[in-house]
């Protein structure tokens, strides 16, 4: 897999090794078919949902095993804390104690996730033609698919491909009628 270069510009923790190689050539597909360079969809990558749930998840697995004193609340604050923007630039904006308050009526690691992709889809910023959300809906379709064995639907994505090298030379400052 190593000619995948996206998957190895990924952080650790995020990087799908675990994951069927059928997911990781979809993502490929994918990318192509978006006609995305290596670095561009590993960002993408790192900010769907997919992403999110996972890495909470991760924190949690870790600090459970690090911290096995601390109750399921405590684990739950510090991770939803980690999300702040008292701690990461661009973060969910909360106080400790709007998070206290959050954290006494949750009771899992699904609840807490839920809640934190609701906060944080609340707190996006604008969304040209819902492209974000396309990208990260087919991002989690293929990560999340429960039959392992995922297909891209390539047709569907001719005008929205069109529209996504668009925006990507908006974005990096290049517009041309090329495209």
Not at 33 to 42: G, I, K, T
Not at 101 to 110: A, C, G, M, N, P
Request: hydrophobic share 35%; with cysteine; charged share 35%.
């Amino acid at each position: 897999m190593a000619e995948y270069e996206w998957l190895w510009m990924l952080p650790d923790r995020l990087r799908p090794d675990d994951v069927e190689p059928e997911r990781i050539h979809a993502l490929d597909a994918l990318r192509r078919s978006w006609s995305l360079d290596h670095a561009l969809f590993s960002e993408i990558l790192v900010q769907s949902d997919w992403a999110t749930k996972r890495l909470q998840r991760q924190l949690y697995e870790d600090g459970r095993k690090l911290h096995s004193e601390l109750s399921d609340k405590e684990l739950f604050k510090e991770i939803m804390m980690s999300r702040t923007s008292s701690r990461i630039p661009m973060g969910i904006d909360m106080t400790e104690k709007e998070v206290d308050s959050v954290i006494e009526e949750i009771e899992t690691i699904d609840q807490l996730v839920d809640f934190i992709m609701t906060k944080e889809q609340e707190d996006e910023g604008p969304d040209p033609g819902g492209m974000r959300s396309k990208m990260n809906a087919e991002i989690c379709r293929i990560m999340e698919s429960q039959d392992g064995h995922p297909e891209i639907r390539t047709d569907a994505f001719t005008r929205f491909r069109n529209r996504i090298k668009v925006l990507i030379t908006c974005l990096r400052g290049k517009a041309t009628d090329e495209v």
